[in-house]
């Protein structure tokens, strides 16, 4: 397989610095990949490198595997269900342990794909309804969030699931003393699970209720904090370590966008966090809280195409993928 070129792409946008290092330069240059060049659709919700290298990109219509190349397209088919994409609109990827991939999206479910043969198995298609997110917590089970119908764990190996009716969020995190914790319209809250019963309980102490705000994502960073990403009132953090927990604003010199994305939080191997923001791309220096912002203008070349950002990943060539509207 080609190496991935290291370049911005857009409605992928791929990232490659002119400088050597992250923290020697705010520059970067941004070339694009379009539906021109074969890709499904031109807003990308998600993207994720497999162990084999290859690239994947989940869109409004489609998902997508990048060679270096060309792209191979899956997408529904209905005159043949049962062995392609459940639904056109990618919500998530993800990789397990074992180097399965699995797809969820909006109205067909969980699809599991043979990465040697393209084959698609569709689980869980008996909810017939949106499935927004996945996380696979420490001992391979996989919570999965289910609109209007609450959580749903899923072994995937052995196919069996518990659904859980009344937590209506989606699990974001596990922290080292085993603490799940789940964002929900309005509050973030943690809960205990029960491996041998399958039974949770919700810890009321760990609750936090701001009805005015509207949480969207978050991610465990390398030192047990919670970065926390809101569509109103921008970024907030949680130090899952420490006692009492307190959920406090993070907004260093008032620099940081106040409306981030679904998958709008990530952490490269750097320490840096990248946000995905509907007014740009935000990178984070945890360290000194510097905040550089990217955004699109139409009089330069080699910026972004749309300051609505979706999703960021960096792979292991250490180039950053963004997706956006």
Same mark, same amino acid.
């Given at each position: 397989?080609?190496?991935?070129?290291?370049?911005?792409?857009?409605?992928?946008?791929?990232?490659?610095?002119?400088?050597?290092?992250?923290?020697?330069?705010?520059?970067?240059?941004?070339?694009?990949?379009?539906?021109?060049?074969?890709?499904?659709?031109?807003?990308?919700?998600?993207?994720?490198?497999?162990?084999?290298?290859?690239?994947?990109?989940?869109?409004?219509?489609?998902?997508?595997?990048?060679?270096?190349?060309?792209?191979?397209?899956?997408?529904?088919?209905?005159?043949?269900?049962?062995?392609?994409?459940?639904?056109?609109?990618?919500?998530?990827?993800?990789?397990?342990?074992?180097?399965?991939?699995?797809?969820?999206?909006?109205?067909?479910?969980?699809?599991?794909?043979?990465?040697?043969?393209?084959?698609?198995?569709?689980?869980?298609?008996?909810?017939?309804?949106? &499935?927004?997110?996945?996380?696979? *917590?420490?001992? !391979?089970?996989? #919570? =999965?969030?289910?609109?209007?119908? /609450? @959580?749903?764990?899923?072994?995937?190996?052995?196919?069996?699931?518990?659904?859980?009716?009344?937590?209506?969020?989606?699990?974001?995190?596990?922290?080292?003393?085993?603490?799940?914790?789940?964002?929900?319209?309005?509050?973030?809250?943690?809960?205990?699970?029960?491996?041998?019963?399958?039974?949770?309980?919700?810890?009321?102490?760990?609750?936090?209720?701001?009805?005015?705000?509207? &949480?969207?994502?978050?991610?465990? *960073?390398?030192? !047990?904090?919670? #970065? =926390?990403?809101?569509?109103?009132? /921008? @970024?907030?953090?949680?130090?899952?370590?420490?006692?009492?927990?307190?959920?406090?604003?993070?907004?260093?010199?008032?620099?940081?966008?106040?409306?981030?994305?679904?998958?709008?939080?990530?952490?490269?191997?750097?320490?840096?966090?990248?946000?995905?923001?509907?007014?740009?791309?935000?990178?984070?220096?945890?360290?000194?809280?510097?905040?550089?912002?990217?955004?699109?203008?139409?009089?330069?070349?080699?910026?972004?195409?749309?300051?609505?950002?979706?999703?960021?990943?960096?792979?292991?060539? /250490?180039?950053?993928?963004?997706?956006?509207?």
């Amino acid at each position: 397989m080609k190496p991935i070129p290291g370049f911005a792409f857009f409605l992928l946008i791929l990232l490659r610095l002119t400088q050597p290092s992250y923290s020697q330069s705010s520059t970067l240059r941004f070339e694009h990949l379009t539906e021109k060049d074969g890709l499904s659709n031109n807003q990308v919700t998600s993207i994720l490198q497999d162990r084999e290298g290859f690239m994947w990109f989940g869109t409004r219509y489609g998902l997508n595997k990048y060679d270096g190349y060309n792209f191979t397209v899956f997408k529904h088919d209905p005159n043949n269900p049962a062995h392609t994409i459940a639904g056109t609109n990618t919500t998530g990827i993800h990789e397990d342990k074992e180097g399965n991939l699995w797809v969820t999206t909006s109205g067909g479910g969980l699809n599991g794909i043979d990465k040697r043969t393209g084959s698609i198995t569709t689980f869980l298609d008996r909810f017939g309804t949106t &499935f927004l997110k996945l996380y696979e *917590d420490r001992q !391979g089970f996989f #919570w =999965i969030s289910v609109a209007r119908l /609450g @959580l749903v764990r899923f072994n995937p190996k052995t196919e069996e699931y518990i659904q859980f009716t009344n937590i209506t969020g989606s699990v974001v995190a596990e922290d080292t003393s085993g603490r799940f914790w789940m964002l929900e319209p309005g509050r973030l809250r943690t809960f205990q699970l029960n491996r041998r019963s399958g039974k949770y309980t919700l810890n009321p102490d760990h609750l936090f209720t701001d009805t005015t705000l509207i &949480f969207s994502s978050a991610r465990m *960073d390398q030192d !047990g904090m919670l #970065w =926390i990403g809101t569509r109103n009132k /921008g @970024l907030f953090t949680l130090n899952t370590n420490a006692s009492p927990l307190q959920l406090r604003p993070y907004n260093p010199g008032g620099q940081v966008n106040q409306s981030i994305n679904t998958n709008g939080i990530y952490e490269d191997a750097d320490g840096f966090l990248w946000l995905a923001t509907t007014e740009g791309l935000q990178r984070i220096n945890k360290k000194t809280n510097e905040v550089i912002t990217y955004r699109s203008d139409p009089a330069l070349p080699g910026t972004l195409s749309s300051n609505n950002i979706l999703c960021v990943y960096k792979d292991r060539e /250490g180039v950053l993928w963004v997706g956006t509207v």
